[in-house]
């Protein structure tokens, strides 16, 4: 099992960057799968980013591509999403994931609790 701790949200303008960070504690943190997703106001979470455990694999949405770079540091047990030219639409909960089957945009199994990034016009 693994415990994850998402840190870096805040409030940005349009146009700003942002680093999310998530630190994993728990066994094995560098055989598992890690994903980011967004849940905005009144809408169901979705799909951000994800990386595979040995990080030669990351898969975006398609609102992020160009936008956005998922990464992650195993000697650190943390994992990164670093987000560009922010957008009002970005404005959710974010929320780091992990699953050691590997990487699924429909879902991983242990969720961290989320930070909130608020991107205002």
């Known amino acids: 099992q693994v415990q994850l701790v998402e840190s870096g949200g805040g409030l940005v303008q349009a146009g700003d960057s942002l680093r999310l960070s998530c630190a994993a504690s728990g066994r094995s943190f560098s055989r598992y799968a890690m994903g980011w997703f967004s849940q905005a106001p009144g809408k169901e979470r979705e799909f951000v980013a994800a990386?595979?455990?040995?990080?030669?694999?990351?898969y975006y949405a398609d609102s992020v591509k160009g936008r956005g770079t998922i990464s992650r540091d195993n000697a650190k047990n943390t994992v990164y999403l670093q987000m560009n030219s922010l957008k009002p639409e970005d404005t959710a909960v974010y929320y780091c994931?992990?699953?050691?089957?590997?990487?699924?945009?429909?879902?991983?199994?242990?969720w961290g609790k989320g930070t909130l990034v608020t991107v205002s016009s």
């Open positions: 990386i595979t455990w040995s990080g030669d694999g990351t």
């Open positions: 994931a992990a699953d050691p089957r590997g990487v699924d945009r429909n879902g991983m199994e242990y």
